[in-house]
Every structure is written in structure tokens, then in C-alpha cells.
């Protein structure tokens, strides 16, 4: 069984989970109760920070897509800084820490301080927004395997470095589902590159905005129409796009309210 018990000196990464504060793992929930510091970011729940202590000082590391951004250098130094005071330091990650978000970052930079580094499993928004709309990921008949990529397209949204670059066409052959994360900003070269690696124009996409949030919002399409629905719906990041035959089951797994 893993240590509950938060040491003095070490920073626990601990994955947030989607969105839903119900959704964070008891181990995170154990490690924020006894936190003297927490950096956390517009993706964790803000209700999570209810769960530390009131000495507990909360600092705001967030990177809004196209707005303010709090350098990662910052945050790395920050973190090993205060470890070093000797107190009890949580990171939490949006999700799971792993997951793109730069958390493998963060652990590498405390390792090579020489500062411990716990890292806690989150609840992944790739798997849980498709789940929080209605839409299993893989099935039995309808998909057989799942691959999940990010949509930061080069010289889109004032990337400061190149991220890996994604073969548009061995992705799209490679698995039945995709789940697209980070995909809004370059919606356009998504399309796009969904449509060149050879995926049907009239393959239906599911954006999922907020997961797991009071304010979720899906908006279904087709690879064809999807820049144009979202735009028209004002979609915005965070959001998890799927792309598959399983966005079909969405209508009996999760029916649209008749009225609201
Ligand atoms: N580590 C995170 C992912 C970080 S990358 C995880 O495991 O979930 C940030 C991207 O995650 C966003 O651009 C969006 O695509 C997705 N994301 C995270 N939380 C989300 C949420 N509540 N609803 C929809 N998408 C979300």
C-alpha cells in the first residue's frame, strides 16, 4: 500500500483528475489535506483547494491559452525552492500528471535538484470527457483500439517550442478512436489533418468542453463541418475531441434532453 503520510522536504505531483473534485484519488485527497504549500492551475477544480488546510498557501501557476502564461522554469524553481524550506509542497495536475501538461517536467527538474519527487495517477480528461458525454472510447464491435494525440500545430497559439510532431497519416490508420487534446486553438489544421491521413468527411467528431464541470458542454459534428459548428458554438479550450464511429452511441448512452 502506498504512504498517505505527506513528508517535510518532498513536492507531490498529484493528478486532479478531469474536473469533477469527486474524481480526485483518496491518496490526492490525503496529500492536499496535510499541503503547506499548493501550485495549482485552471484545470484542477477549484474546489480542491477547499480541501487544504487554511495555513496552507495556495499559488496560481495557470496558463491560459492565449492569455497570461506562468513560465514553466518558474514553476520548476518554485517547486524545488519551497521543498527545500522543508515543507510539505503539492503540485496538482490537471487530470493525470503524465498526460502531456509538462508534469514528466516538473519530476525531472526535482530529481535533478535533488529533491524528492512523489508522483500520484490522476483520472485522464482523455478518457473520462469522452465517458462524461456518453461515448465509450473502445467497444467491442465499433472500436478496437484508442490513440490519443494533441493538436498543438506548429505557430499555432504562441508556442514558444515545436511540440512532436503528429504523422496524420499513420495516426489516422493506427486506431479505430482518436481523442484530440489541445486541439482547439488549430481546430482548422485538425480538420485538416484528420482529412488528409484519410479519415471519411462525414466521420462524426464530439467536442467535449469542461468535462466532468458544472459548465460541460458536448457539441457533435462531422470531420467536414467541424470547424464550422464549433465556431458557430463558440467552443473553447479545455476541450476533448473524438473522433470514431463511437460517438454514434452517444445518442442512447447519453440522449439529448428534449428541452432544458
Ligand atoms: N494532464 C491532463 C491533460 C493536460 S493537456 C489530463 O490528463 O487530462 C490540457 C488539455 O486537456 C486541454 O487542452 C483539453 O484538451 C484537456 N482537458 C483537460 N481537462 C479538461 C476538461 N475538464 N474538459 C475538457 N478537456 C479537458
Redesign the pocket.
Known sequence: VSDWTAAKGVVYLV?AG??DPGLLTRRGEALLRQADVVFFDR?ASPELLDLTRAECERVDVSKH?GGPVTPQEWINAELIRRAREGIRVVRL?????????R?SEEAIACREAGVDCEIVA?I???F??PLAAGIPVLHRHLAGSVLVL?GRIEGVGGEEEPWRHVDWAATCRAADTLV?????AAIEKVREGLLSGGRPPGHPVAA??????PR?RVIVSTIDEMVADFRRQGLT????LVVGDVVSLRERIAPEKKSD
Open positions: 493528478g478531469p474536473g484545470l491559452p495536475k490537471g487530470g493525470d500528471p503524465f498526460v502531456f501538461g508534469g490522476g485522464t480528461s482523455a473520462a470527457a494533441h484530440i487534446l489541445m486541439g482547439v467535449i468542453e469542461w468535462a466532468t464541470t460541460q479550450a479545455p476541450a476533448v
